[in-house]
């Protein structure tokens, strides 16, 4: 999940002594190569917002910067630069091979102790059940099966760490259907675009304003996060095939804040309140994001350097893209381990005396939450790069070479 090519710059050339090379039909709006630091930018900003979110859950951040809509978008993004370079199943594989070691390593640390705890067999009606889910922590095809609860460790780990461990995987079994169905997306991309585009809002105002379901809540699931953030994917493929730059310039400036209401609109209209987000609320999750992702795209700089007023944010920045899977994975439950650990402050008479308000604010768990995330990208963030086939570094800040000894 990184970057896009750059559009080349023409100069005069002496087509007498040149030959004429044609271009292939979907050849992107390209870019050269190298790393676009605007989308890495908006990577940063999107996993800070959704570590934010997590601790917060205030209504309005979903609103402010929709996370999910923008990753999805820089994921499909890379997915048909990758895709203009390679075959089709060579991609996959390479997606699979980066996006799977990390969630294994979560799977064994986070499987065995919800089975030390008591998780098993039983919880799920039938004990075949239990083992035959258990294969999505191998291959995410659906969510991976999690305990409701599990015995926490008083005063360090709550009980319901489970929950927030699996919870967020829905990202990574939607990641996954996305990549595999990029190939088959990007050919529907080049025979017709916009309607290919806008399929997944169709599909998702179905799913809307039929109820329709399946016989299984796992197909619902993945039905609605295609029809939610496929759309968003789908741009960010268009976007480099150049789909999006041959639109004249006052379009997306004037479409995308005409969805953008009819998706504030529906939200308010549908109750939309501290418990009751976008989250909740899929179609307009899907306008929302779309209209946003649609803007931002619109916008792009593609920097291939930081403006001066961002490049002493470049070592965050790096580190928070080198080591993407590794935060989303982990922060939830850094989470659950950083409010007990705020809740020992209580123990302090000055703080309890003279800082209560300090005490029951959630802002100095979020400094602590961000403490535990980076003990674990120096713990676990590796295995992205022994997945990618790089060196394996420890703090990937961009200033820091692979550890001596390490061979391929």
């Not at 008591?118 to 305990?147: I, K, R, T």
């Amino acid at each position: 999940m990184t970057s896009t090519s750059d559009r080349p710059e023409l100069g005069a050339q002496d087509t007498e002594k040149m030959p004429v090379v044609e271009r292939e039909p979907d050849s992107p709006a390209p870019r050269q190569g190298g790393r676009d630091r605007y989308f890495d930018l908006l990577r940063a900003v999107a996993l800070f917002r959704v570590v934010l979110y997590h601790l917060m859950g205030w209504a309005w951040l979903p609103i402010v910067f929709p996370s999910m809509g923008v990753m999805f978008a820089l994921a499909g993004n890379l997915m048909s630069r990758s895709l203009g370079k390679r075959p089709g199943p060579e991609v996959i594989r390479g997606r699979l091979r980066r996006l799977l070691p990390p969630l294994w390593l979560l799977g064994v640390i986070g499987v065995t102790g919800m089975v030390l705890a008591g998780w098993g067999p039983g919880e799920e009606g039938h004990p075949a059940w239990w083992w035959l889910h258990l294969g999505y922590w191998v291959l995410p095809l659906s969510d991976p099966p999690y305990a409701e609860v599990s015995h926490g460790i008083q005063g360090l780990v709550a009980d319901d760490w489970p929950t927030a461990l699996g919870v967020p995987l829905w990202y990574i079994r939607a990641y996954l259907w996305f990549v595999l169905l990029s190939p088959l997306l990007r050919r529907s991309l080049r025979a017709a675009p916009w309607t290919t585009i806008l399929a997944p809002l169709v599909l998702s105002a179905g799913l809307e304003f039929t109820s329709a379901t399946t016989t299984s809540w796992r197909l619902d699931s993945t039905l609605t996060d295609f029809a939610t953030f496929g759309s968003c994917w789908l741009l960010g493929m268009a976007h480099h095939q150049g789909v999006l730059q041959k639109l004249p310039r006052y379009t997306v400036p004037s479409l995308a804040p005409a969805v953008a209401a009819v998706a504030l609109w529906y939200a308010l209209a549908h109750d939309l309140h501290q418990d009751h987000d976008l989250d909740d609320m899929p179609f307009a999750q899907s306008l929302w994001s779309f209209a946003t992702v649609l803007l931002l795209l619109h916008l792009s700089p593609s920097w291939r350097t930081w403006p001066p007023a961002l490049r002493r944010w470049d070592g965050l920045i790096t580190l928070l893209n080198s080591r993407a899977v590794t935060i989303y994975l982990w922060h939830n439950l850094c989470i659950v381990i950083a409010e007990p650990l705020w809740d020992h402050a209580w123990n302090i008479p000055y703080l309890e005396s003279h800082a209560v308000w300090l005490l029951n604010s959630p802002w100095p768990v979020l400094p602590l939450t961000w403490l535990l995330t980076a003990l674990c990208v120096l713990t676990f963030g590796w295995t992205e790069d022994l997945a990618a086939g790089r060196r394996p570094a420890l703090w990937p800040n961009g200033r820091q070479k692979g550890l001596r000894g390490w061979r391929r």
